[in-house]
């Protein structure tokens, strides 16, 4: 018996989400059983960081100076997702689970903020969800 306990997918983009998803499959001997995790090869990677701006050794001054810091963190959570991503070369369709869901949760206060969809749309074509960066 194979068994799926929860969703094969990242339902919300949140830390949780971010783990490995497994099926299971389940070997029963009499009254003996094991339980064997499966890791799922066609899943879309998601990477999920947080970001305190005030806990950095240089706050971003600028707008540009804020752009180029996130930036360079989801270049960090790209890169990360390519190279934990669960590979299977006989998936139909898996060059489309290529691009990585990534979810960068930024903590503003007392900081400079930027356009969330300017700052996506310079991931367009390399991330699944360049909206909700």
């Not at 971010?18 to 998601?46: N, S, Y």
């Not at 806990?55 to 810091?69: F, G, H, I, N, Y």
């Not at 949760?105 to 991330?127: H, L, M, W």
């Amino acid at each position: 018996t194979v068994i799926q306990p929860g969703s094969t997918v990242a339902t919300s983009l949140s830390a949780p989400e971010a783990t490995p998803k497994h099926v299971a499959m389940l070997r029963v001997c009499g009254d003996q059983w094991m339980m064997e995790p499966i890791r799922l090869q066609a899943v879309r990677p998601f990477q999920h960081a947080d970001l305190v701006l005030s806990s950095l050794r240089r706050v971003p001054a600028t707008e540009e100076d804020l752009t180029a810091v996130l930036c360079q963190k989801v270049e960090e959570l790209i890169a990360k997702a390519e190279e934990e991503a669960p590979t299977n070369p006989f998936q139909e369709g898996a060059e489309n689970l290529r691009r990585p869901l990534i979810r960068l949760r930024v903590e503003y206060t007392d900081s400079i903020t930027c356009n969330p969809q300017r700052f996506g749309a310079k991931f367009v074509g390399r991330v699944a969800n360049p909206t909700e960066v």
